[in-house]
Structures are given as structure tokens and as C-alpha cells.
């Protein structure tokens, strides 16, 4: 693959990003940041052209630099690019394909820049069509960084935010470490209605204080909580009871949509033919790297936003070249068979871990659809003490081995598999294969993990970087380096 190289030196460029760009704007691996300078498929290579393998980039959906995507993209910028204001063939062709591959009654498009502004847009219908303001979002969920949509985040409320007195918390719906869990609830328990009863409870405190809820905002299964996927009837039962108290239901797809669920086009479509949101937000895969994201709703609750009388104009959104890129990227998933692929690939990863988690104990939990996988790691399984370290010390591990993972999580001990459709199945014996030999390493009471937490922490999770990090008696600072022992004894 041909490449220009890089212009400075790895050294230069980090001195000048540290210098002239904001320090909260964080870096993979600060302590030692990959520059990467070019990408294909499933791989990226630094300014050595060392070879990486990325099970992290949910955004470079079909492939980085996918042939056919970029040849879209070029194509329509050597011709026109300029505002959804000029009549133009590309954003009608993409709404109306788009919307072909949603169920009815969704059928009206807003094309827009980023999920953030997606789901931003959405919380505007939201409130306007139901003219109520009370929100109801999940638990460690993370909706994007506008100032609306922070507040539907509790996942930053770690930083020391306070929930908006409209912003109603539901239980995060996980069965493995939940409010309600596999061990503290009969194995007869439908776990989707014990939590839908939590949704149920907000909406009926609303009531008795006489209002009304403006939507049950939520991600279709959820990235940044722990890859955590809602149990069987959860969303049916929500939308039931949230439609009954005056509101409507908006589907965040942003992280999981565009067939990475394999079989479906979209991931609440796994929770049944008979559930369909009043919204669906979808971006990042969308443009697979370019920005553009959409807003999918009903005529009804689209009507509601026209009747305020109030144009809505984005500069960007719906533009000729963003619009060719989404339609290339919808028209590669379909001719490369990438939601089969998903499956088929999913399928054997899930198989394969799942008997790498009877030969080590750490491995809590493996959970996940198609190319959306969570390794939950554990220090006891019994406790369930997160192995938060331990997780950290893994994807260093991976790195060195030139393999890209993160955590997220609260707990940042979630493993999370979320590569670009194209991995196949030798690059998923090869992340079995070096798993499997440093999840040993970890087995092996002679090798210590030398962890350097603050160094090597992702932070590809929205909420920045892990601050300390907290065992059974010990805790340690992100700043320090230690190291752990599998016995858990801390040396500094």
C-alpha cells in the first residue's frame, strides 16, 4: 500500500499536539501513543509500518479506506459539494434507502453530522411532539457531548455531575452484574419485564406528580456500559409502558448499527418484530471514518417538528459527498455480505472465548451478537470484584503483541470487540491466539503484570481516562506505575 509517510518524527508530532491541542482531548496508550499514518481493511500501521491488527474501530465499518467508498467520495467532491439547500439526487437515493431497511412507520430522514448531533436532534422531536420534558435513559449510558445530550449520559457522572431534575435513571439492563442478576433472581426470572418494571416505576412517580414523559432515550444494546445487551423482552415491554405514560421511544444505534448484529440491520430489531422506536439515531459506521449521522422518525412526530413553524437548516448535513459516502457504505455491506460475515465471525469469536473462559477464571462473562463482544473480567467469580487492572494489563499486553482492543465499562474491566466487518476468520484465530497466551501469563503466580494504569488505560470510552483504580484494600493512583501480582498483593 502505498503511503507518503509520515512528515515529522513521532517525538515532534506529540511535543506539538501537548502544545497547540487541548489537554482533555486524549490519546490510546498516552504512555506510549500510536502514530498511525495509514490503514486498509482491518489493519493500521504506524510510522515504522508496523502492522496492526484493530478490533477497536466500530467507525471504519466496511474496511479503512474501503476502495469503493473512497472512490464515492472523491468522485462527488471533484464535482460538487455544498448545502441540502440546492435540490440533489444523493440525500434523497440515501433516504430513501435507508429508510427501506427500517420497519414502518419509520420513514422521514434528517441527515446530519455526528451522532452527538443525531441524538441532539432527537431529544428535540422528543420533546416538541410530546410536549413533555422528562426523560427517562439508562444507567452508564453515553449519548454523545453536546450539552443536551451529556445530560442523558450518566456515564460522565462519574466526573462529579448531578442529573437534571427532568433526567430520570433507569437500572442498566445487565443481567451478569445488575440490579437484578443471574444470581440473585431464579433462573425462571423474565428478566426483560423485571427491568422494563424499573422504567415502569419512573413513569408512574411521574404521573403522581402530575407529568408526563417525554421519551425513553437508549441504546439498542450498550458500548460504553460493558457491551451489555438488553435481555428478551425488555424493550417491548419499555416502549409498553413509556408509550402509556405520554412518551415516545428513541433508539440510539450510533455504536451498534448498520448490521454489525449480524442478522438484522439494526440491533432493537433483536428484540422482535413488534418493537419499532418512534426514533433512531444512527452515525459513526454510517460514513465509515467521514462525518455523517441521520435521524430517522414517523411522519407523526416529524409533522410535530414542521407545525413549530421553525426552519430547521445544518450547513453540512445532507451534503452531496457525505451522502455518496453513506450510500457506498450501505451498498458494500450488502455486496460484501458483511451483516453474514458478522454472524459467522461473531458466532466462532463467541464459541472460542467461551472455552477460553473454562480454562480461566478471570473471565467472568462473555456476551455479545455478531461483531459486538464484551469479555467481562473478574477477580473472583463468586464476588465478582472487577478485574479492572488485570483488563488494563491485557490490552498492553495485545499492543505489544500488535493487536488493538480497549475496555469500557464502569468498571473499565469489559473487553470489547467492536472491529470493522471485514475481519475474518484468521484474524480471529490469530486474537485467540494471543489471548489465550497472555491470559496464561496472568494464570501463571510467577509472572507478575507489570502495569503502568495511567500509561495504558484506553480512553476510546467517552467518559477520558481511568483515575485510580480500586482492589480488595489497595488503590492506585492513574499516575503510578505497580506491579500486581495474581494474588492481588500490590508492589510499588
Not at 43 to 67: P, T
Not at 135 to 140: A, D, E, G, R, Y
Not at 272 to 299: F, L, R, Y
Amino acid at each position: 500500500m502505498a503511503s507518503h509517510g509520515p512528515v515529522l518524527e513521532k517525538s515532534e508530532t506529540l511535543k506539538l499536539r501537548n502544545q497547540f491541542i487541548g489537554s482533555s482531548c486524549k490519546l490510546f496508550f498516552r504512555s506510549d501513543p500510536l502514530k498511525i499514518v495509514k490503514a486498509s481493511g482491518q489493519y493500521m500501521y504506524d510510522e515504522k509500518d508496523n502492522r496492526y491488527l484493530d478490533c477497536i474501530n466500530n467507525v471504519a465499518h466496511v474496511g479503512h479506506c474501503n476502495k469503493d467508498v473512497v472512490e464515492a467520495a472523491t468522485r462527488q467532491m471533484a464535482i460538487l459539494n455544498t448545502n441540502a439547500r440546492f435540490l440533489h439526487d444523493n440525500i434523497v437515493l440515501l433516504a430513501q434507502k435507508l429508510t427501506s431497511i427500517f420497519p414502518k412507520p419509520l420513514s422521514v430522514c434528517f441527515i446530519v453530522n455526528s451522532g452527538s448531533e443525531a441524538n441532539d436532534l432527537a431529544l428535540r422531536l422528543a420533546y416538541t411532539h410530546t410536549k413533555n420534558k422528562d426523560t427517562i435513559v439508562l444507567n452508564h449510558a453515553y449519548h454523545g457531548h453536546s450539552l443536551a445530550v451529556i445530560d442523558l449520559s450518566p456515564y460522565k457522572d462519574g466526573q462529579g455531575r448531578d442529573n437534571p431534575e427532568h433526567i430520570h435513571v433507569a437500572p442498566c439492563p445487565d443481567i451478569y452484574r445488575g440490579k437484578h442478576n443471574v444470581d440473585n433472581c431464579s433462573n425462571k426470572t423474565d428478566f426483560g419485564k423485571k427491568y422494563a418494571e424499573d422504567v415502569k416505576a419512573i413513569c408512574d412517580d411521574l404521573k403522581s406528580k402530575g407529568r408526563g414523559v417525554a421519551a425513553f432515550f437508549a441504546e439498542s444494546m450498550m458500548s460504553c456500559a460493558g457491551q451489555i445487551i438488553p435481555p428478551p423482552n425488555y424493550l417491548k415491554n419499555v416502549y409498553k409502558h413509556v408509550r402509556e405514560a405520554g412518551g415516545i421511544c428513541v433508539a440510539d444505534e450510533v455504536q451498534v448499527g448498520f448490521g454489525r448484529v449480524g442478522k438484522h440491520w439494526w440491533a432493537f430489531q433483536l428484540q422482535g418484530d413488534d418493537v419499532v422506536p418512534d426514533i433512531v439515531t444512527i452515525g459513526k459506521p454510517m460514513g465509515n471514518g467521514h462525518p455523517v449521522a441521520a435521524v430517522i422518525t414517523t411522519p407523526e412526530v416529524a409533522a410535530s417538528f414542521t407545525n413549530m413553524g421553525i426552519e430547521y437548516f445544518n450547513t453540512y448535513g445532507g451534503n452531496p459527498v457525505s451522502c455518496a459516502v453513506a450510500l457506498e457504505v450501505l451498498n458494500v455491506i450488502e455486496k460484501e455480505g458483511m451483516r453474514e460475515n458478522a454472524t459467522t465471525i461473531g458466532n466462532y469469536l463467541k464459541s472460542k472465548l467461551l472455552d477460553l473462559q473454562k480454562k480461566h477464571p478471570i473471565i467472568g462473562d462473555v456476551r455479545g451478537v455478531g461483531m459486538f463482544i464484551g469479555i467481562e473480567l473478574v477477580k473472583d467469580r463468586i464476588t465478582k470484584v472487577p478485574a479492572t487492572a488485570e483488563a488494563q494489563h491485557i490490552i498492553s499486553r495485545l499492543k505489544e503483541e500488535r493487536i488493538l482492543y480497549s475496555t469500557d465499562g464502569p468498571h473499565r474491566n469489559v473487553l470489547k470487540f467492536k472491529a470493522p466487518m471485514c475481519f475474518n476468520k484468521d484474524d480471529a484465530d490469530e486474537l485467540l491466539s494471543k489471548m489465550e497466551m497472555i491470559f496464561s501469563e496472568i494464570k501463571d503466580e510467577d509472572t507478575p503484570m507489570r502495569i503502568s494504569v495511567s500509561a495504558e488505560a484506553m480512553v476510546d470510552s467517552a467518559n477520558g481516562p481511568l483515575k485510580s483504580i480500586h482492589l480488595p484494600g489497595e488503590s492506585f493512583e492513574s499516575n503510578e506505575s505497580h506491579e500486581l501480582t495474581t494474588n492481588g498483593k500490590v508492589q510499588t
